[in-house]
């Protein structure tokens, strides 16, 4: 099974609109981390969130949030007024493990292409 | 501050030819990672160190592939001999140890083995 499932290849929003881009995991770890990078085209691997398993608050980094519902085992990246620089690749990770990890291995999403429209 | 560093961006050489990938990591980082992104299979792990030591390799794809962190500022990572099928993006990447801190990565790259 995949331990991370980005169901989205491709989305197009409009400019100054809010875009919700899914991830969801699978893990049987309590002690886990979930993080989110950003791939503009030029192909540098930008890190823009992380949430770990045991935080009570969803993670907020400027215009990124992570809609994290653990029951469900979803981690979703929410931008906020999406700019023309937001078009990327977004890939969501997770990183299992007990205490402070003790693996520190990421695995990642087959990521999502998100392209704004002005 | 300068984040991770890798070298050359890119890459073209002839099949069966050796291949020397090199990052620098954070000052202060004591994880290092390697990946190599496809189209085909994403982003898989290849390797990473702790202090210098390789600590999980089993995502080297066959022996043809080594990797050596001689001290905490310098990594590499071989091929030879190298296959068109090894074309990719190569990522170097650091982390610092403490708590959740994410891993930080370099520019990559570009191999094309002609």
Redesign the interface.
């Known amino acids: 099974a995949q331990k991370i499932t980005q169901t989205q290849p491709g989305m197009f929003v409009q400019e100054k609109e809010a875009v919700t881009l899914d991830c969801t995991y699978d893990t049987s770890d309590q002690s886990y ?1 979930l ?1 989110w ?1 950003k791939q503009p085209s ?6 823009l969130i ?1 949430q ?1 398993s045991y935080d009570e608050q969803n993670a907020t980094e400027g215009r990124y949030s992570l809609n994290f519902q653990k029951a469900r085992k979803s981690a979703n990246l929410v931008i906020s007024a999406s700019q023309l620089g937001d078009s990327a690749m977004y ?1 969501c990770a997770m990183r299992e493990g007990g205490s ?1 990890f003790g693996n ?3 695995t ?4 999502t292409r998100l392209t704004i429209i002005p | 501050d300068a984040g991770v560093i890798q070298s050359p961006r890119h890459e073209v050489t002839e099949m069966g030819q050796e291949v020397t990938l090199r990052c620098k990591p954070i000052s202060g980082h004591d ?1 290092l ?1 390697w990946y190599r992104q496809t189209m085909m299979r ?2 898989e ?1 290849l390797i ?1 160190f ?1 202090n210098n030591v390789p ?2 390799d089993s995502g080297m794809p066959e022996d043809r592939f080594s990797a050596k962190m001689p001290n905490a500022s310098f990594s590499t990572l071989k091929i030879q001999p190298s296959e068109p099928r090894d074309s990719a ?1 190569y ?1 170097c ?1 650091s ?1 610092l ?1 403490r ?2 801190q ?7 790259t ?1 191999l094309s083995i002609l």
């Open positions: 981390g993080f990078y030029s192909g540098e691997m930008i890190f992380y770990g890939f402070n520190e291995k990421l990642f999403g087959t990521g | 994880y990672f994403g982003l792990l990473y702790n600590i999980d993006v990522f990447a982390m140890g708590g959740n994410p891993q930080h990565f370099g520019d990559g570009r």
